[in-house]
């Protein structure tokens, strides 16, 4: 004998489906697992739902495994998949609408993804294509932003203004054999790695969160604007001391040339630990650095 359990909301699911599902099959479904959870018998289920006993029993044994996700079709791609009522669709514009929600991101970072996990597991309702996903998030408000390009604190005069100025003091350095021209910035490269661990309760929906923990190795880079190589060291993070090592490194590399390093405004790059050991004199007294503002530029 097949015996059903249900929880509240899972008999409140099982109600709307079997009153505005919109495909035969599901309502059918739905109508036998609540018969069945009252311990009506399986040949009366049978002749009420006009299917073989067989076949109820298929029902409530893939209810048994996939609880309220085994009321729809399950054929590939999902083709029959169930449409949501006017009143879930309400509930759901109200969970997206309240930061912070059961998944504890706000909603401007609400994802397809995301959603579909959530609708999935609240209404057991999984759609063919992410389009019906894109259409919940527009009807609860959302919409589908790129990030600007550029800066709202940028200044394009300004910038323009001190890349001539950069131009005009590195072009006559290009042609001296006295000096090496080298362009400078910091990148990282990172490991990221999810692992997802999860008990789950039978009866009970379930959402799978992420652990995340990462990797990484932070470089500063040099690159030779006259012969285009490219020197990359390895550095704990982007900080005085780091970039001071660094830098002694490349004045080895060049004892008898004076160094003129382009990069960017980062606060490490002029903070007092580099001004107080420029002004030694001493390993760094040849480098000569000028920082530009965040453009793309040529420096020829």
């Known amino acids: 004998m097949i015996h059903l359990h249900l929880s509240e909301e899972e008999i409140t699911l099982l109600h709307q489906h079997n009153k505005f599902a919109g495909i035969y099959l599901v309502?059918?479904?739905?109508?036998?697992?609540?018969?069945?959870?009252?311990?009506i018998s399986i040949k009366a289920i049978?002749?009420?739902t006009n299917r073989s006993e067989r076949t109820i029993e298929r029902w409530l044994n893939d209810f048994l495994k996939r609880?309220?996700?085994s009321v729809f079709s399950g054929k590939a791609d999902n083709e029959n998949a169930s449409k949501l009522t006017k009143a879930q669709?309400?509930?759901?514009?109200?969970?997206i609408s309240q930061p912070p929600n059961e998944y504890g991101i706000p909603k401007e970072f609400w994802s397809v993804p995301k959603l579909k996990d959530y609708v999935?597991?609240?209404?057991?309702?999984?759609?063919?294509?992410?389009?019906?996903?894109?259409?919940l998030l527009r009807f609860a408000g959302l919409d589908l932003k790129y990030p600007d390009k550029r800066s709202p604190r940028r200044d394009d005069k300004l910038i323009k203004i001190r890349i001539r100025e950069i131009k005009k003091e590195i072009r006559p350095l290009l042609t001296n054999p006295s000096w090496i021209i080298l362009a400078s910035d910091e990148t990282r490269l990172q490991l990221e790695a999810e692992i997802r661990r999860a008990w789950l309760v039978k009866g009970k929906r379930t959402i799978v969160k992420t652990e995340r923990s990462s990797e990484h190795q932070n470089y500063l880079g040099f690159l030779d604007q006259k012969t285009g190589r490219?020197?990359?060291?390895?550095?704990e993070r982007g900080n005085q001391t780091e970039?001071?090592?660094?830098?002694?490194?490349?004045?080895?590399?060049?004892?008898?040339?004076?160094v003129c390093v382009i990069w960017d405004n980062a606060k490490w790059h002029?903070?007092?630990l580099l001004r107080a050991e420029l002004e030694r004199k001493k390993k760094l007294a040849n480098l000569h650095l000028i920082n530009f503002p965040p453009s793309r530029f040529r420096f020829r």
């Open 89 to 95: 669709k309400l509930e759901i514009k109200k969970v």
């Open 46 to 48: 049978a002749f009420v």
């Open 67 to 69: 609880r309220i996700g």
């Open 243 to 258: 970039t001071i090592r660094v830098l002694k490194l490349i004045m080895a590399e060049y004892p008898h040339k004076k």
């Open 27 to 39: 309502r059918s479904k739905a109508q036998a697992i609540l018969f069945r959870s009252q311990n």
């Open 230 to 235: 490219c020197q990359v060291f390895p550095i």
């Open 270 to 272: 002029k903070g007092k």
């Open 120 to 135: 999935s597991a609240r209404f057991g309702v999984i759609y063919e294509s992410d389009i019906s996903y894109h259409f």
